[in-house]
């Protein structure tokens, strides 16, 4: 009977310990996510929902998201010139038919800049007035609605990549930049340092110029995802959190980053990617631009997969 009951004590001491593990855990997943909530949330200045929608977009109704990789560093907050959106991507999620539309604006695009009363580059709209500026300009450009945005510093990217110990890509064209020689349809597993050179080569020979970039900005942004989303990725929150933290501004609380992250688990395997077509030249000022051409049928097909006409 003795032994009996000092087993009982000894199992009730582990589930006892077990308890107070899982409810510090739980505990520190709550304090992480409340600190990376209040660390990234930066809402658009506007209601509830774009001018070119009638309404909010209900729960589990496709919704139109404007990534923009932001080129910031030292140099540019001395000379007080703002944060340039060096990588925009427009991504629609539909649930319903699990399927993902991705469009890439090039950054040289000339539009009108809305607020500015001006036409310029589409990236200069976020050094001039953040993401509200960005996100109205590229609507009006897009004639597409943005119900949210998330914005990433490009630097991040890398760090985060790191966190999850590299990602699987394969490359879209055949090039060498600083040391690394990519063959077109071999996959990579790639640091860091190694994806961030990928993705911003475009004078190198082969690498496919400003349209060759757009492609392979948006293979690592869907590779880091599809990583994220691994179950063997867990155990690497706490650094992608902290990472995540230092480098990303959203509209987005953690609750609605969630569900997206669950609706585009079931549609990243049917993920069409665009680039809007049209040809650089030299405008009136003597500035290059990108003048994009005929996109009807690409934007049209971002506007079905939000079940707009």
């Known amino acids: 009977m003795k032994k009996k009951s000092k087993t009982k004590k000894i199992i009730l001491i582990c589930f006892i310990i077990l308890a107070i593990g899982v409810l510090l855990v739980a505990a520190f997943i709550f304090y992480k996510l409340t600190a990376l909530n209040t660390a990234i949330n930066n809402p658009l200045d506007r209601g509830d929902h ?57 950054r040289d695009t000339r539009t009108e800049i809305v607020g500015k009363h001006k036409e310029d580059k589409i990236n200069h709209a976020y050094a001039y007035g953040g993401p509200d500026m960005a996100v109205k300009s590229v609507e ?17 990217v890398s760090t985060v990549i790191d966190e999850l110990d590299g990602v699987d890509v394969v490359s879209n064209a055949s090039f060498f930049i600083k040391g690394y020689d990519f063959k077109k349809g071999k996959k990579y597993h790639m640091d860091g340092k190694e994806a961030m050179n990928f993705m911003r080569s475009r004078k190198e020979p ?18 880091v995802a599809k990583k994220a989303l691994q179950p063997s990725s867990i155990p690497k929150m706490n650094g992608i959190f902290d990472a995540a933290g230092d480098n990303v501004k959203t509209d987005l609380s953690i609750t609605e980053l969630n569900g997206i992250r669950s609706d585009y688990k079931n549609a990243q395997n049917k993920v069409n990617r665009h680039t809007l077509e049209g040809q650089n030249k030299k405008g009136e000022d003597g500035i290059y631009y990108f003048y994009p051409g005929n996109n009807d049928a690409i934007i049209n097909a971002y506007k079905k997969n939000l079940n707009l006409k």
């Open 50 to 106: 774009s001018e070119l929608r009638q309404g909010k977009v209900k729960k589990g109704e496709p919704i139109s998201i404007a990534l923009f990789g932001i080129d910031d560093d030292k140099v540019r907050h001395q000379q007080n010139e703002g944060q340039r959106s060096d990588s925009i991507i427009l991504m629609s999620i539909n649930k319903k038919n699990k399927k993902v539309e991705m469009i890439s604006v090039p």
């Open 140 to 156: 009006k450009l897009m004639d597409v609605p943005i119900d949210h945005y998330a914005a990433i510093n490009m630097d991040g």
């Open 206 to 223: 082969g690498a496919g110029g400003d349209e060759g970039r757009q492609v392979r900005q948006q293979l690592v942004i869907e590779a």
